[in-house]
Each structure stands twice: as structure tokens, then as C-alpha cells.
Nanobody, 123 residues
Framework: QVHLVQSGGGLVQAGGSMTLSCAAS????????VGWFRQAPGKERGFVGG????????KYADAVKGRFTVSRDNARNTWYLQMTSLKPEDTAVYYC????????????????WGQGTQVTVSS
């Protein structure tokens, strides 16, 4: 059975940094595109960023470009979302995601989801 277990999250001040982790089990995700989504209160869940299986191709939402970075450690079957220069509008529940078909499918209809973790950025 596949599990994506997230860690990290919590409360951070505006301008601060935070890293989320997503550890996969039950399947090797080294050939999958992996990434992150988020859902703010009253809004739909949206794509944040993702990388290809080898990390050479990346996609990011305009709102986080230059501030957020998705990275992966295939040996650990784990990927990360490094968030810097956080803003109050980054407050959301963050979900890790994965898909074997590449970053385009990852960004629209990923096949695997994590459980979600709250990130709150205070002003």
C-alpha cells in the first residue's frame, strides 16, 4: 500500500523560511514527477511546484517562483518543498503529490496525494 507521509509545517513569521518533507512508502517514486499543491481557506487546491523524475525539469506557480524550491532525494524516496520569504498569503494546507506521467500531469491530476499539512504565515 502506498503512503505519502508529510512532515514539517506549522507557524512562521512573514519573511521566514520553512521546509516541508514528503516521505513515500510502498512504492519507489524515483521515476515519478513529484511536487506540491496548496489549498487556502475558501479557495480551490492549486499547484505550487514540481520536478521531473530526475530533477532536471521543474514547474512552479507564478506566485511562488523565486521563493519556493522543490527538491528530491530518490535514495530516500522523499521530496521537499523549501519555502523562503514567506508571506501571509502563503498560508494554506500543503499537499505533496506524485505522478508517473510527468510534470504536466502532476500539475493537473496527480495520481498520489499526501495527507496535507498546515502552514500558517503570520504578519
Amino acid at each position: 500500500q502506498v503512503h505519502l507521509v508529510q512532515s514539517g509545517g506549522g507557524l512562521v513569521q512573514a519573511g521566514g523560511s520553512m521546509t516541508l518533507s514528503c516521505a513515500a512508502s510502498g512504492r519507489t517514486f524515483s521515476t515519478y514527477a513529484v511536487g506540491w499543491f496548496r489549498q487556502a481557506p475558501g479557495k480551490e487546491r492549486g499547484f505550487v511546484g514540481g520536478v521531473s523524475w530526475n530533477g532536471l525539469s521543474a514547474k512552479y506557480a507564478d506566485a511562488v517562483k523565486g521563493r519556493f524550491t522543490v527538491s528530491r532525494d530518490n535514495a530516500r524516496n522523499t521530496w521537499y518543498l523549501q519555502m523562503t520569504s514567506l508571506k501571509p498569503e502563503d498560508t494554506a494546507v500543503y499537499y505533496c503529490a506524485a505522478d508517473p506521467r510527468g510534470t504536466n500531469y502532476l500539475a493537473t491530476e496527480p495520481g498520489y496525494w499526501g495527507q496535507g499539512t498546515q502552514v500558517t504565515v503570520s504578519s
